[in-house]
């Protein structure tokens, strides 16, 4: 069963930066890929970046290209996410999610993936 726990959430001043961290556990993820998502309240769910566990081919939300680094340490099974120059409208709980080997179009999709953590809130003040 893999367990996947995030942390590193707090509050933080826009322009501000945060690293989120996600601990992986309990399978193999060398045919994997491994994201994050966020919700904010009212809002659905929504991707943010993603990272194939092999190879470490990245992808982000248009929003957050040039400001959020996604990353993994496959010998700790742990993922990053770097989040530089944060802005208010970033505020949402952060979801460390893994999914089977996906194509590109599914890479976005909260549905495509299988297992997920139990959120870190990140909330940026203006």
């Known amino acids: 069963q893999v367990q996947l726990v995030e942390s590193g959430g707090g509050v933080v001043q826009a322009g501000g930066s945060l690293r989120l961290s996600c601990a992986a556990s309990g399978g193999a993820f060398s045919s994997r890929y491994m994201a994050w998502f966020r919700q904010a309240p009212g809002k659905e769910r929504e991707f943010v970046a993603a990272?194939?566990?092999?190879?470490?081919?990245?992808y982000y939300q248009d929003s957050v290209k040039g400001r959020f680094t996604i990353a993994r340490d496959n010998a700790k099974n742990t993922m990053s996410l770097q989040m530089n120059d944060l802005k208010p409208e970033d505020t949402a709980v952060y979801y460390c999610?893994?999914?089977?080997?996906?194509?590109?179009?599914?890479?976005?999709?909260?549905?495509?993936?299988?297992?997920w953590g139990q959120g870190t809130q990140v909330t940026v003040s203006s």
């Open positions: 999610a893994n999914g089977p080997r996906l194509i590109q179009s599914q890479i976005g999709v909260p549905t495509s993936y299988d297992y």
């Open positions: 990272i194939r566990w092999s190879g470490g081919h990245t």
